[in-house]
């Protein structure tokens, strides 16, 4: 059974644009989540996303959004990138409809320069 | 949300030493995990332990939810073991995951 993928694996991105990551979840689980963790601030929820609604939302901007789609995949999307955007991204897939196991995919590498 | 606190910070030990990290949280959790974060950035599944207590291996896992905390052993460490451990918890009705601050273990040969 293939694990949670994330991609891409690593970007570079100038301040000001956009970016968009993308998670494929465990085949059957129907929740992701994504997390952002940096040096300073640790492992930070950001959203989660059950079914193709947002259950859940962290306290981030605006400028972070997401959705997911039908066959479970999901994207997240930061606009306006600033520096402190800088982080790993990681994305979680969970089985059931709450307090179920998450599985992380190995993150998305973002660097804003 | 839910506070999550990890003890010690830091650990360094002899391989082949044991210890115990600790995890302490601050209300009812309906979910408890422990991840190993390996030097690439991923998040390896430990134990899903919302009370209990777990073994696999070297590794075994403590809850007491009613007294809200957590405890990770690791035994006859070895340098491969050294990463970053977290604790996480889920809130009752919810998927999204608080984590503590993390304990970075460095075993040493």
């Known amino acids: 059974k293939a694990g949670v993928t994330q991609t891409p694996r690593y970007l570079i991105k100038t301040r000001g644009q956009q970016v968009t990551l993308s998670c494929s979840p465990i085949?059957?689980?129907?929740?992701v989540s994504w997390y952002q963790q940096t040096p300073g601030q640790g492992l930070q929820f950001l959203f989660e996303?059950?079914?193709?609604?947002?259950?859940n939302k962290g306290n981030f901007p605006g400028r972070f959004s997401g959705r997911q789609f039908s066959n479970s995949r999901s994207e997240m999307n930061v606009s306006t990138l600033e520096l402190g955007d800088s982080a790993l991204y990681l994305c979680?897939?969970?089985?059931?409809?709450?307090?179920?196991?998450?599985?992380f995919g190995q993150g998305t590498r973002l660097t804003v320069v | 949300g839910i506070q999550v606190e990890q003890s010690p910070p830091d650990l360094i030990l002899q391989e082949g030493a044991n210890s115990t990290l600790r995890c302490n949280f601050s209300?009812?959790?309906?979910?408890l995990q422990w991840f190993h974060q390996n030097p690439w950035g991923q998040l390896i599944n430990l134990f899903y332990?919302?009370?209990g207590t777990k073994q696999n291996g070297r590794l075994s896992a403590t809850t007491v939810a009613t007294e809200r905390y957590s405890l990770l052993y690791i035994s006859s460490s070895q340098t491969t073991d050294s990463g970053v451990y977290f604790c996480?918890?889920?809130?009752?009705?919810?998927?999204?995951?608080?984590f503590g601050t993390g304990t970075r273990l460095t075993v040493i040969p």
């Open positions: 979680a897939s969970s089985q059931g409809a709450w307090n179920t196991e998450a599985f």
């Open positions: 085949s059957g689980h129907r929740s």
């Open positions: 996303y059950f079914s193709e609604t947002q259950r």
């Open positions: 209300d009812s959790v309906n979910n």
């Open positions: 332990i919302p009370s």
């Open positions: 996480a918890v889920q809130e009752t009705g919810a998927n999204n995951l608080f």
